[in-house]
């Protein structure tokens, strides 16, 4: 019991956000070029940890500060040992890579699911996916209040994923779209879009209502246009898309200039992605070999960051 690594991605939500919420279906990404790796070993006692934000012992404060980002990698290796059935004592994290926070790339569930797997590594644990979903949605419900579980999948799954009533599974695409995520370098604020949209149903759930069928509605096509290739159909739904997204008032400046920006550089759909008000938006290039152009245009414009989302793609 020497040492045991986990590993975990980014995510980018390709249709669906919100809507999701209110019991519609969603399609996520895979960032594959956006990936972290937790280190697990034994240390004489206590609980220690490394990472990008929080550097030395982990104490009983970690989880009452939780919703802070240097937390949350706190609170995984205590929800995963009281998973496992182990004593909190002995085991030292470190976390490698950095997946920005707070942009809807699913940061603090790829934490938490690389810890997981690390730390039960360590104790010669193999986790069930049902247990690792479990301690990532423990540790999402203190850093998001309640997460819908897309996350908590996505940042596990090898390829696109189908998310619908708490469940994912696997979706059959034809040929990778070209997809880029861009960073505004605004905080997003998912706690906050969500808890404004819940007020607009409240006041006006017909609108509401309307707003989520139709995104629901487009995330049906998307999954014909991904299992046959047709990608300009995807992209004109990820335009139609942004614009209900922003009907319902999560949408922000700096990501309707990106959008903007996308669209000028020749990407056949370009919307949102994530909780907005801030955060990334999701990109489709014509194909793989415009992506790097299409970034060059995007960091022209203000993104802070670019990432392609196909596997192998190097970081723009
Ligand atoms: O900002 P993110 O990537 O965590 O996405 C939030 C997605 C929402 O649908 C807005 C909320 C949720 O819990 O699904």
């Not at 960073?183 to 409240?202: K, M, Q």
């Amino acid at each position: 019991l020497r040492g045991a690594v986990g590993t975990a991605h980014a995510k980018t939500i390709l249709l669906g956000e919100h809507a999701v919420v209110y019991g519609r279906p969603a399609i996520a990404f895979p960032v594959a070029s956006l990936t972290l790796e937790a280190r697990a070993e034994s240390i004489g006692s206590g609980l220690a940890l490394h990472t990008p934000f929080h550097a030395g012992a982990i104490t009983a404060e970690d989880d009452a500060a939780a919703t802070r980002e240097e937390h949350i990698a706190a609170v995984a290796v205590r929800r995963t040992l009281e998973r496992i059935g182990r004593p909190l004592d002995g085991v030292g994290v470190s976390v490698t890579g950095l997946i920005p926070a707070a942009r809807g790339l699913g940061s603090s569930a790829a934490v938490a699911s690389a810890i997981a797997v690390a730390v039960a590594g360590l104790h010669g644990i193999a986790l069930t996916p049902a247990d690792r979903f479990e301690i990532v949605q423990s540790v999402e419900r203190v850093a998001h209040g309640t997460p819908s579980g897309l996350d908590a999948y996505a940042t596990t799954a090898a390829g696109p994923i189908w998310f619908e009533q708490g469940r994912a599974r696997t979706l059959a695409v034809a040929e990778s779209p070209a997809l880029l995520v861009a960073d505004t370098g605004v905080l997003g604020r998912t706690g906050v879009a969500v808890a404004e949209v819940r007020a607009r149903h409240e006041r006006n759930p017909h609108a509401i209502e309307a707003a989520m069928e139709g995104i629901a509605d487009l995330v049906v096509g998307a999954r014909e246009d991904l299992a046959s290739a047709a990608f300009a159909d995807l992209g004109e739904r990820m335009n139609a898309c942004h614009g209900v997204l922003s009907s319902i008032g999560v949408s922000s400046t700096e990501l309707d200039a990106l959008v903007q920006a996308a669209r000028r550089a020749g990407a056949l759909g370009a919307k949102l992605t994530g909780g907005g008000q801030g955060g990334c938006i999701i990109a489709l290039a014509p194909s793989a070999s415009e992506l790097p152009a299409l970034a060059a245009a995007l960091t022209a414009s203000g993104a802070t960051g670019v990432w392609f989302v196909t596997d192998g793609e190097e970081n723009a």
